[in-house]
Antibody, heavy 125, light 107 residues
């Protein structure tokens, strides 16, 4: 079964840090670009970051640049999101999501066909 | 940044009837448009990509149309499990952006 499972969420104080993980299974992880998308409580979906299959290309939403770092370890079938200088407005469910089509190392825009169940991040004092 | 605007915000439809949801882009996104369904407490589920191609396992009652700036998701005969929030997403330009969602509720 194709599956993504996030972990690492929790309660953190403003200015603090958190590292999210996403474990992939059931598909060739190293062939797909991966993404992080978040959803604040009661709000819509917001794209956070994307990383190409070999980590050669990385993009971030402007509000996360300089604070968030995406990475992956293809040997462990895992995706990560290091979040620093967290703010109250970063409170959200964070989802990892797979691009719909395998790509040969480039970072091309695509729909997201597989999503994890999400992990909740709460930034509060 | 391309702004995606969905309408209406809430749509009330009876089971068995047709639902039509709209999504408008602030500039052309060609056919690089996806639709997702999200139920409470669940992750989004891909329904349509390329504006009109159903994702794997999606029932034929879901159909997408449009190109450029105007898009439509049609659910031909609503089933009880279809009542949810629907989002459109453009993936033509960085940053990829989502609409604010349309809540489809039972009338």
């Amino acid at each position: 079964e194709v599956q993504l499972v996030e972990s690492g969420g929790g309660l953190v104080k403003p200015g603090g840090s958190l590292r999210l993980s996403c474990a992939a299974s059931g598909f060739t992880f190293s062939s797909y670009s991966m993404n992080w998308v978040r959803q604040a409580p009661g709000k819509g979906l917001e794209w956070v970051s994307s990383i190409s299959s070999r980590s050669s290309y990385i993009y971030y939403a402007d509000s996360m640049k300089g604070r968030f770092t995406v990475s992956r370890d293809n040997s462990k079938n895992s995706l990560y999101l290091q979040m620093n200088s967290l703010r109250a407005e970063d409170t959200a469910v964070y989802y990892c999501a797979r691009d719909s089509h395998p790509q040969s190392g480039y970072l091309l825009l695509d729909a997201f066909d597989i999503w994890g169940q999400g992990t909740m991040v709460t930034v509060s004092s | 940044e391309i702004v995606m605007t969905q309408s209406p915000a809430t749509l009330s439809v009876s089971p068995g009837e047709r639902a039509t949801l709209s999504c408008r882009a602030s500039q052309s996104v060609s056919s690089n448009l996806a639709w997702y369904q999200q139920k409470p407490g669940q992750a989004p589920r891909l329904l349509i990509y390329g504006a009109s191609t159903r994702a794997t396992g999606i029932p034929a009652r879901f159909s997408g149309s449009g190109s450029g700036t105007e898009f439509t998701l049609t659910i031909s005969s609503l089933q009880s499990e279809d009542f949810a929030v629907y989002y459109c997403q453009q993936y033509n330009n960085w940053p990829q952006t989502f609409g604010q969602g349309t809540k489809l509720e039972i009338k």
